[in-house]
């Protein structure tokens, strides 16, 4: 049961981030000349103004203190399935806090990912082919065996196959959501949904009930690339939303790795750009391991001996299924029906 004094404070900072045309630059103003949201909750509309902002911004913030919905919202969350954390909470990422516009509040449900294990993040085209999706799958898995945390969107295509890469392995995987937690987005994933949340974690930093909309997918992907350690660039367009999660990683000084692809193919022309812009090539899972951050992180959690025995066992891609025997045989080209049953015996 949570404490008076934990749910106050949770209050505070849930209220904050709840007030009506208050963002997150603003919260970021109000912080900086404020100690604690409980602060700003008790000041008057003067000391409001000296933040820079506006006589409006200060009567919201003013009126939304004895706004009884947020209050009945908040008290409806603590009783759902979703929680709520903000920084200086043991369980917001540390990561976000490394990100120079990191959100003041978090929504998820599930569990969020350890800060002190690796992660990447596997992003791409919604309209991948199945080569695409295959690549992006078998990549999750043996990433996931090597104890590496998945963040991707639960978007269709790369994002889809990624997630369920990882949880085939009984891996960790998080969804980063460009809507409320409560929302399934896009619909035809709601099992994928449901299977997340039950081993891994969905979040997002917009409330329950906030429907998807265009503006708040670049928003979302900052997190995508907040939460990794790496991104890892599975077919794209020229102009393909994932390059901007990969512009984010860039600035976040994130390694960016990339699938090459077949020349003239319009799926891997974003691909194939970011390789001639200096991105590393990613050609099997374990190149993830040169990863600095990765590397780091995989050293402190399993000692250097038990690291580079994982390295050898896992390389093998553990063949211990049919859906895995045909994983392994993803290649470059098409591979027909014959090939497979070939290949697999």
């Not at 700003?40 to 911004?57: F, M, P, T, V």
Request: charged share 25%.
């Amino acid at each position: 049961m949570i404490k008076y004094d934990e749910f106050l404070e949770e209050y505070y900072w849930y209220w904050l981030n709840n007030i009506r045309n208050i963002g997150r630059r603003k919260i970021s103003k109000l912080l900086k000349r404020f100690d604690s949201p409980k602060e700003i909750y008790n000041a008057g509309s003067e000391y409001l103004k000296c933040c820079g902002l506006s006589c409006k911004d200060a009567e919201n913030i003013i009126s939304s203190v004895k706004d009884e919905q947020i209050y009945r919202d908040y008290n409806a969350l603590v009783k759902s399935s979703i929680k709520f954390t903000h920084p200086g909470k043991a369980d917001y990422p540390a990561q976000l806090m490394e990100i120079y516009d990191y959100p003041y509040g978090l929504y998820y449900n599930g569990k969020l990912p350890d800060s002190d294990k690796p992660s990447v993040a596997i992003v791409g085209s919604r309209q991948a082919s199945q080569y695409g999706m295959m690549v992006a799958a078998r990549l999750a898995y043996e990433m996931s065996s090597y104890g590496i945390q998945i963040i991707s969107g639960m978007a269709v295509g790369i994002d889809t196959a990624a997630h369920k890469g990882t949880l085939d392995n009984s891996g960790y995987t998080c969804a980063v959501l460009g809507s409320g937690v409560d929302i399934c987005y896009p619909a035809c994933n709601i099992g994928l949904f449901t299977d997340i949340k039950k081993t891994g974690g969905v979040m997002s930093e917009y409330p329950a009930g906030v429907k998807p909309v265009c503006g708040q997918f670049p928003e979302r992907n900052r997190l995508i690339s907040g939460l990794s350690d790496a991104v890892v660039v599975v077919e794209a367009r020229a102009k393909s939303g994932s390059l901007i999660t990969v512009d984010q990683a860039l600035e976040q000084n994130k390694d960016v790795y990339v699938i090459p692809g077949r020349v003239g193919d319009s799926l891997s022309e974003g691909c194939n750009e970011l390789i001639k812009s200096g991105a590393y090539i990613m050609t099997k899972a374990e190149d993830i391991l040169e990863c600095d951050r990765i590397k780091n992180k995989l050293s402190g959690i399993n000692g250097i001996p038990e690291y580079l025995q994982k390295l050898q066992s896992v390389s093998q891609f553990e063949l211990a299924t049919p859906k895995n025997m045909v994983y392994s045989c993803v290649d470059l080209y098409p591979v027909g029906i014959n090939e497979l049953i070939n290949k697999t015996g």
